[in-house]
Each structure stands twice: as C-alpha cells, then as structure tokens.
C-alpha cells in the first residue's frame, strides 16, 4: 500500500496535462448540464433552454477576443508595461461587457418575438450577468499566457459545476421548468467563474500608460482576433438560430439535442487551441520554427474527430437514448453527419488561430468568407433538419479545403 502511495505521488503531471484533464471534466459537465435539461424539460421546452446556451455560447465567443488578447500579451509584456496593459484591457472589457448587458435587456421582448421563446425576462438576466463575463474572460487570459493552467483550470471548473449544480437544484426546490430558472443559474455561475481572481498584476486606480507601438499592436490584434471570432459564432451557432426560427419549437428541441451531441469534437479541440497560442507566441518570441506544434495538434484533432464520427455512425440510435431519451430518436440518422460538419471546423479552427497566432491573418477572412457561405445557404435551403445539416457540411469542407491550400501555398513560398 505504502508502495503503491509513493507510486502516485512520484507521477508528476504537468499544468498542461492538468489543464487538458480539466477541459475534458468541464467539457462533460457542460455535456450533463444539457443532457439532464433535455431529459426534464422535453423537445419543446428545451428549445427555449438552447436559444439561452446558444447565447451563452455566443457570448463566450465575444469575450474570448478579451482573453486570447490578454493571453498573448501576457506573454510580450512584461513588469508596469504588464500592468498599464492588464489595467486598460480590464476597463475596455468591462465597458464593453456593461454595454451589451444594457443592449440585451432593451431589446430583450424584440429578441423574444425573433426566437419564438415563451419569456423576454430570461434575456433580461442574461443581460446583468455580461459584464460579469468579460472581466473574468480577462482573468482566464492572464493564467492563459503565464502558463498558470491550474488557477485557469478552477476558473472553469467552478463555473461549470455552480452552473450545473444550482440550476438543476433551482428546478427541483421551485419545481419550475422554466427558462427564467436557467437564466439564474447562468448568472450566477459567472459568479462563481471569478474564482480564483488576479488581482496582483494590475491596478485599476492608476492611468493607463502604454507606448504608442504597444497601444497600436494591442488594438490591431484585438481587432483582427474581435473579427474572427465573429465569424466563429456565424459557424457554430447560427444553424441554431436559424432553426429555432424557421422551424416548430419540437423539431428546433430535437435540432438542438442533435447540435449538442455532434459539436463534442468541437469543444475537445477547444483545449488545443487554448494551449497552442501561447507556445506559439512565446516560439515565435524566441525565433523558432513553431510548425511542428500546428502539426501535432492536427493530428491529435483529426484522431478524436474520426473516433466520434465513427461512433456516431456505428451507434447513432444508442447514442441519442443514452444521452437525451427515445423521445429525440427522430434525428439519430444525423448525427454521424453533424459530427462530420464540426469536424471538419475544429481542423479549420487550428490553422487560423495558428496564423493568428503569429499575426496572419488570411485565414481570419477565409473563416469570414465560409461562416457568411453557410448562413448564405441554410437561409436558402432548409426544407428539413437534414438540408440544414448538409449545407453545413458543404461549407465546411471548402473551408478545410481552402485554409489548407493556403497552408501549402506558404510552405511552397518558404522554400
């Protein structure tokens, strides 16, 4: 036993391998969270629910520019240039964040009518919690680009489990099965995403000082990374939307269980990504070939993305009952194909946070070009749920297709 005990504690793990662990915890917890809000609250009413963890999913998106921008700096700057920076980046995002709040709550009853949802009030607690969400995207950013993976890892953990733990509690102790209650949960998990919170590496009292070259390069990045990720909600989150708004609330429900199972390989890949940018900056910072990394990452996506894609064809009916109940076996049939579409974005995905990673940035309107395609299409085809699903799929694989002819064109050039 004494053996066995030593054993375990010579096993040293690193804050990266930590980190991975903890994205493949919160990716699961955030997996259970939809799965039980599938099964209590049925087709109909879980529509509601996914136009909320849409916006969530989109807010994610808009707040990680503050964090990818952080993480990067973090990295450049260092000692009061650090700290004029991480001041000014923490008032920019929270302004920011205060803004949209106010914008979500004004038009909260217009965002009702537009997602046929049974209640404007949940846009209107969503909208409180925005704020909340951009300073600790900030906080995220700076354990981001120091390596501190394992303060990075709490952070997400404690938003996850509170998120998890308070809204299915909220449900059963007031018996409501109803948006409002998942509004609240929401909320308060940005609360408890906070924790642990830096606060020894800025000060929000003294003016922010930046030289101009500093203050040009920061905005350029913030810029550039604010666009693409724009486009990453146009990809992962408009067939949603655009669902729930052309189609009955039952078939947006089951379009929703469908999204949810298929983007796993999605938000695996999203822990590579989290990783990647600061090696490669800091490679970049140091004057090596950093390739090798963008290579070992594809082929760790590519992997995990055959693995669930043939999962999701082999065991299809399975999959669905286990996750979300009989009740939404009528898209089964979709769901090796969905799989397939987020697929083929995740290894979209790697090459452009590469590129912008080391201040390229046509990948960036590669993405831009093929998320507008992909409305473009779904508003012009979307008889059924599987149309949606096949449109998705062309416009992904002509993004693949594209960003990896620019990857060679590059290689070619290089030599």
């Known amino acids: 036993m004494q053996q066995s005990i030593k054993m375990i504690k010579s096993l040293k793990i690193s804050q990266e391998q930590l980190f991975m662990l903890s994205v493949l915890l919160v990716n699961?917890?955030?997996y259970l969270y939809n799965l039980l809000l599938g099964r209590i609250l049925g087709p109909a009413q879980f529509a509601d629910a996914a136009v909320l963890i849409t916006f969530l999913l989109v807010l994610s998106f808009v707040a990680m520019t503050f964090q990818l921008v952080t993480a990067k700096f973090s990295v450049l700057l260092e000692n009061n240039v650090l700290i004029n920076f991480l001041t000014t980046i923490y008032k920019n995002s929270t302004a920011i964040g205060i803004g949209l709040g106010i914008l979500i709550i004004i038009f909260s009853r217009q965002l009702q009518t537009v997602f046929n949802t049974s209640s404007s009030s949940m846009f209107i607690i969503f909208g409180v919690g925005v704020p909340l969400y951009f300073v600790m995207s900030v906080n995220r950013g700076v354990y981001q680009g120091k390596k501190e993976f394992k303060k990075l890892s709490i952070t997400y953990q404690l938003e996850m489990l509170s998120r998890l733990v308070l809204t299915i509690s909220l449900i059963y102790?007031?018996?409501?099965k109803s948006s409002i209650v998942i509004a609240i949960g929401i909320l308060l998990s940005f609360v408890f995403g906070l924790i642990p919170f830096n606060t020894k590496n800025f000060n929000l009292n003294i003016k922010s000082q930046l030289l101009a070259s500093d203050k040009k390069a920061i905005k350029h990045f913030l810029l550039v990374t604010a666009f693409y990720e724009l486009t990453q909600i146009i990809i992962n989150n408009s067939d949603i939307l655009l669902v729930k708004h052309y189609f009955p609330s039952h078939d947006a429900g089951l379009y929703a269980s469908l999204?949810?199972?298929?983007?796993?390989?999605?938000?695996?890949?999203?822990?590579?990504?989290m990783l990647l940018l600061p090696e490669v900056v800091q490679l970049k910072k140091e004057g090596k070939d950093p390739s090798k990394i963008l290579f070992k990452y594809i082929l760790y996506i590519a992997a995990i993305a055959i693995t669930i894609i043939v999962g999701c064809a082999l065991f299809p009916n399975l999959a669905i009952t286990l996750l979300f109940g009989e009740q939404y076996l009528d898209v089964?049939?979709?769901?090796?194909?969905?799989?397939?579409?987020?697929?083929?974005?995740?290894?979209?995905?790697?090459?452009?946070y590469y590129y912008l990673s080391l201040d390229k940035y046509v990948p960036v309107?590669?993405?831009a070009v093929f998320g507008v395609l992909q409305v473009v299409l779904i508003f012009l085809f979307h008889g059924t749920l599987e149309e949606v699903v096949y449109m998705q799929i062309i416009a992904m694989v002509l993004l693949l297709l594209v960003q990896l002819t620019f990857y060679i064109t590059g290689l070619e050039i290089k030599k």
């Open 28 to 30: 699961g917890g955030n």
């Open 332 to 352: 089964a049939p979709l769901l090796w194909k969905y799989a397939t579409a987020t697929g083929l974005f995740a290894l979209s995905n790697i090459f452009a």
């Open 259 to 273: 999204a949810l199972i298929g983007r796993i390989v999605y938000f695996i890949a999203w822990m590579f990504v």
């Open 365 to 367: 309107l590669i993405s």
């Open 173 to 176: 102790l007031l018996g409501l």
